[in-house]
DNA sequence: GCCAGTCAAGTCCCG
DNA sequence: CGGGACTTGACTGGC
């Protein structure tokens, strides 16, 4: 038996007003001639994007959904070479706190996927540096809202530079400098460009991390296209995790776009890759990454639900 | 009120 | 080798 439970990115289309990613450039900062009160405007933009937040969380409990990936934009310009003296957490404290009250009476998974700007395998000491801040930056957040840092931040192996096996061992190399505590958050996802499923599991178990499985991913950039060969190594790289392992799942906007997002989950293509795992994993959490957010995620869960799966409830399914 | 162009960050790709 | 594409949602500025 295995159940299965769906996540979605972010932000709802159905919540009105509510986007947790609202932001401020940094032309527009400067162009505030008083900075005080532009730092000001920027800590109203972060604790109104985390009231959104607890907005979301409410609307996912509503609709009984478990599981649910935050936007990485909560605070404008929050690592900026120019706010360095800015002590964004501090003003924050009261709308992270409500969120991990809320989260303690309903639990529910949540996590970050910090963008592609953080790469941990990067030649660059800068833009080491800056990752590693923006790590701290999520793990400072999840802390803000009692959440255990452990498993929670997906990123990607990074670049190839032109030599990926190389990139694989700077990526090996980069990790011994990374703190103890900001490797614990990291999971690692294969990319659609550069790391194949292969080469992420080669490093995920090098370094002992979860391997988060991108389907569609994996079927822009494969090795071998036979993913079910490695399913067994990837389960075994959530065994001692405190989470369930963890997929993500989009399907392509047409053939000439075919990296891109399309706005809804064919479930076909879903259901022939939940058939092959059935039985495999007594719990899987699948993360939807689709233009309609939400809403993609009630259309699957009905299409499950037609296809013959025990509907739980709206975000979890039981196969038997 | 609508549409096009712009935005912190990095890397890849094409000409 | 250099500049534009990539990707994403939000926001600005021009009409």
Redesign the pocket.
Known sequence: MTIVRLGY???SVHLKN??????????????IKDREAAILKLER?AISNLQNCLRLLKHNVANSIHFFRF???L???????ELRDWRYMRPLKEALREIGDYLKEHPMRVDFH??????L????V??LN?SVK?LAMHEALLKGMSVNTEHRCVLHV?????DKEK?MELFIENWGVIPHKLQKMVILEND???FTLEDTLYLCEKLGIPLVFDYHHHLANFQNDRWLESWERVVNTWAHSPLPIKMHI?SP?SDK?Y???ADLIDPIMFLGFLNEIKGTVPEIHCMI?A?Q?DEALFQLGDDLEAAGLERIDQGSFRMK
């Open positions: 990115v972010a932000m509510c986007s947790p990613s609202q932001t401020m450039t940094y032309r527009q900062f400067s162009s933009i936007s990485s934009k605070i404008p310009l929050a690592n900026h070479e910090p963008d592609h700007f953080v790469l395998n990067t030649p660059n800068d833009t800056m923006t990074g670049g190839a530079y032109e990139a659609d460009t550069s989009s906007r776009e990296r891109a997002h990454e233009k957010k």
